[in-house]
């Protein structure tokens, strides 16, 4: 090889700047980065004060800027610093936490239900109507709507200190029922279980500003920001999949 060959190929080697120029540019990566985060934040779906009267728009940037931003990083560091746990997805994660570290119950369950939380909100009118087949179901289930959302509303305020409301399909029937911290209806050890149509975050983090110790009046107001429409989507996957 002749001497100035040698000198470019060393110094391509040695990542001297100058010469290194003269390599061929690196192809772009076909892949995400080794250091990207196993899970992320998305966007709200909506302004932050979109939800106002109902839920404050400060509460909603401190909720989804601050509280879920902290369950996501959580996570991403408890899968992180267990092997075993990298690439799997939520829902493995959420199925096994029985023998999982507390951290990915906590923060697992954490990301997966707000994430399901702000998409079952909508600004006021936007939210749509129960579907033909879901207000079927309610009115089997649970008599009427209006009984419904007694029940769920039950759940929420009866639910001691901070955890979640839910109405659940749970294979052949709607069910409502309540989850402690950040556990959900789809843990492996969570004594009803099914899939979630309908979810509300019942911790004061989600009413305090506005609403203070009055958990009953956010659980009343909060049907007026309620996305009937995801609640239907949710349905029907849940009810198509079941079949
Ligand atoms: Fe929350």
């Known amino acids: 090889m002749p001497m100035f060959a040698r000198l470019a190929a060393a110094a391509v080697a040695l990542s001297l700047p100058g010469l ?3 390599a061929p540019a690196p192809a772009a990566p076909a892949q995400a980065p080794a250091s990207a985060e196993p899970f992320s934040l998305a966007p709200l779906p909506y302004a932050y004060e ?11 940037r401190i909720h989804h800027g601050k509280h879920h931003q902290g369950y996501v990083n ?24 029985a023998s999982l570290p507390p ?8 990301h997966y239900n707000h ?6 909100m909508a600004p006021a009118g936007q939210g749509g109507e129960p579907s033909p087949a879901l207000a079927a179901q309610i009115r089997k289930d649970f008599g009427s709507l209006e009984a419904f959302k007694e029940a769920f ?3 929420g305020a009866q639910r001691f200190g901070s955890g979640w409301a839910w109405l659940i399909w749970t294979g052949d029937r709607l069910a409502v029922t309540s989850t402690p911290n950040q ?3 789809l843990m492996g050890d969570a004594p009803v279980k099914g899939a979630p149509v309908i979810a509300n975050d019942v ?8 609403h203070q110790n009055n958990r009953a009046g956010y659980l009343s107001g909060w049907w007026g920001v309620l996305n009937w429409n995801e609640a239907n989507r949710l349905f029907e996957a849940a009810t198509r999949k079941g079949k």
């Open 103 to 110: 951290a990915i119950r906590n923060n697992g369950g954490g």
């Open 50 to 60: 979109a939800l106002e009267p109902v839920i404050d728009a400060q509460t909603m």
């Open 20 to 22: 290194a120029l003269a």
């Open 115 to 120: 994430t399901l939380f702000w998409k079952l």
């Open 203 to 210: 911790w004061e983090h989600a009413y305090y500003l506005k």
């Open 74 to 97: 959580n996570l991403n560091a408890a899968v992180k610093a267990n092997p075993a746990l990298q690439g799997k997805s939520l829902e493995a994660l959420l199925a096994d936490v």
């Open 153 to 155: 509303q039950a759940a």
């Open 183 to 185: 556990d959900n209806p």
